[in-house]
């Protein structure tokens, strides 16, 4: 069959896992990428919604096409590219429903984070949200080894590593707010992050990725030491 292709905008957002995941478990895929992301009145730049509608979905990415298989929803699609994967198929149900709660976390800070970049709550909501969720996480992270026991990590750490890594919005809007999560604060948290980078495929991934999607900061809004993070 044809590789899987991943449509989703040139930012970190809902696509990354997909991307991260895929290069972990071996799987080949297009990372479609809508580049730019934004037009000039800082919107998304339009044209984006054909893809989604034109298999009777939302106007929304990331969409995955993958033979007669099309798919919307961010945790549908990574966890159907992990389960295609030769290394994560062979999951057991404890780990994938422990990946698929770090997966939803994922999505629920996703969530909460780009309502402050879309103005609709204020960096005062924010940072009550997150310091709800930095110290539930943290406190949920082994002290060792990778979330699920194994010696690479799944998509529970891969999530985990987004939201402590990924610019847009996860890194972005606590920055603006102030309550950005610190190595200090949370080392659970960030060692995690750093051995999911660190884990070849996955390195290997995100120095060729062409739009740096994991980092990638369209408005500038990180300070310049956190490229190098
Ligand atoms: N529930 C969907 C939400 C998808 C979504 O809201 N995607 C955003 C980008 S992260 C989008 O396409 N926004 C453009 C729009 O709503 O027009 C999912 O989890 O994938």
Redesign the pocket.
Known sequence: MSKPVLN??SIC???EVARLVAAAGGVEFEDKAWAPAFDETGG?RQG??AI?NAHGF?????VLEHGDLKL????A?ESYIANISPKYSSLTAEQKAQDMMFQLIK?DI?GST?NLLFKKITADDLTATMNKWYPIIEGLLPESGFINKLDYPTLADIAMMVVAKGCMPFQAAPTIAGCAPTPDKYPKLFRIANATAAYEPIAKFIKASEHQTLKADPFGLMPAEYKDS
């Open positions: 989703y905008f957002g809902r696509g998304w984006y919604a989604g939302p106007g929304v990415l990331p919307f929803q961010t945790t699609i999505s996703n780009e």
